[in-house]
């Protein structure tokens, strides 16, 4: 095990005991975080590991933000928040596809869908729980009927800002793995903004049917998330 390798352990298990401690995930999912870190960081290195980072980090506060009002109109996350393996894996698995194949092809337009499905999974997130509880009007994203607020593929305009800004904040660190600057930053903000909007689609379709679950519906919305930033990124290089 060289230096390197040493120092990402370290690294993670830090983090992990943090996770732990704030009760952001429990042991299955700190697990499943420090394999889904481990490999970002082993073949994606720095960038994709602090946006990676920083999606959970957002994710947290996003949860946390005014939970007592979310528990109050039932749309708390359950386990009052704390998340474990499967949403780890939904939310993550996609980008370490993609970035493990970016380290043995080195195609820039991998990193445009490494980054695509992290900014998938932070501008669902965030739309999601901040949108409970700040969004007005929801509407389902289908046919554009009156939904309740929390409901599957439940869509306000409020929620689809967020949404936009969350990708985007994910984009700003691509932009430090390829001299392909203002492509990337456009492709991965709107390649996780559409992923979101897909995660909202399945939600309201095959979710509600009982076809997907949470944590399918995550993965699915962060790897089609992923292709298509990194298709938007293709076109415009």
Known sequence: MDSNTIVDFMILGTLAIIAYSVRALDFKGIVAAFFIGFFVLEFGGFYPFV??????????????????????????????????????????????????????TEMDILWAATFSAIATANADTLASELGKVLGKKPRMITNFKRAKPGMNGAVSLQGEMISLLGALIIAVLAVFVTPYRWQILF?????????????????????????????STNFLATFFGGVLGALLFYVMI
């Open 51 to 104: 946006a990676l980072f920083l999606f959970v980090f957002l994710g947290v506060l996003a949860t946390k933000y005014r939970f007592g009002e979310k528990v109050q109109l039932g749309l708390a996350e359950e386990h009052r928040g704390v998340r474990s393996w499967g949403n780890v894996l939904g939310n993550g698995l996609a980008a370490v596809i993609f970035v493990i194949m970016e380290h043995y």
């Open 187 to 215: 492709a991965v903000t709107f390649g996780g903004f559409i992923g979101a909007n897909i995660d909202s689609l399945v939600g309201a379709t095959l979710e509600n049917r009982g076809i997907t679950n949470n944590d």
